[in-house]
């Protein structure tokens, strides 16, 4: 797995509240082999046609196609705890979500899996995604280090982490490399 430390990029606003981990990663996605194929499944079904043409979505439009941040409504990856739903994101190039809440399993998969989830007051959300909508392209910039997002007004906004998920993120542990940190 990849440290996350800090990260400066595109971010895209989703203001959809209640995205389930199908609308990320359909069903029928689930057994597809891990890799850079999952890039396409992210959304698939609002993101393609039937025919497998680009649909008019926010992440099939530029700049936001080149999006690492999404910044999501409330309750993001609800529904199954499918971790496909994770490398979805990872592999379209997500490296960060930050939204109100989150589905428990979800944020939990993310950060086994590299992927930062970062929960801010709602207030504070909607005003970024506000700011994103305003300013297409425009960066956001996460500091896993010092847990603060840095907003497109150069606003500070400190998030909470648990002690043991930010050291796996910071030092790129996986569950398994974490387990052989205490082999003796």
């Known amino acids: ?18 995205v389930d981990t199908n609308q990320l990663c359909p069903t029928r996605f689930n057994k597809v082999p891990r890799g850079p194929e999952y ?3 992210l959304f698939h079904d609002r993101r393609f046609d039937a025919e497998g043409r680009p649909r008019d979505f926010i992440l099939n439009r530029p700049p936001y196609d080149r999006a690492q941040i999404i910044v999501a409504d ?8 499918r971790e496909s ?16 809440s989150f589905g428990d399993i979800h944020a939990s998969n993310c950060c086994k899996n590299g992927l930062l989830p970062v929960v801010l007051p709602e207030a504070a959300v909607a005003a970024m995604r506000a700011q994103l909508h305003a300013r297409p392209g425009a960066q956001l910039t996460v500091d896993l280090a010092q847990q603060t997002v840095t907003d497109t007004e150069g606003q500070v906004h400190r998030f909470d ?4 998920r930010k050291k796996c993120l910071l030092e ?4 398994i490399a974490r387990t052989q940190q205490h082999l003796e």
Do not use: K
Request: glycine content about 8%; some cysteine; hydrophobic content about 45%.
């Open 172 to 175: 790129g542990l996986d569950d």
């Open 85 to 100: 739903a994770v490398y979805a994101l990872y592999e379209f190039g997500i490296r960060c979500v930050i939204a109100s």
């Open 161 to 164: 982490i648990h002690p043991v």
């Open 1 to 18: 797995m990849h440290a996350f430390t800090r990260l400066t990029a595109i971010a895209a606003p989703i203001d959809e509240p209640n």
């Open 74 to 81: 409330r309750n993001w990856g609800c529904g199954s705890s």
């Open 39 to 41: 890039a396409r499944v």
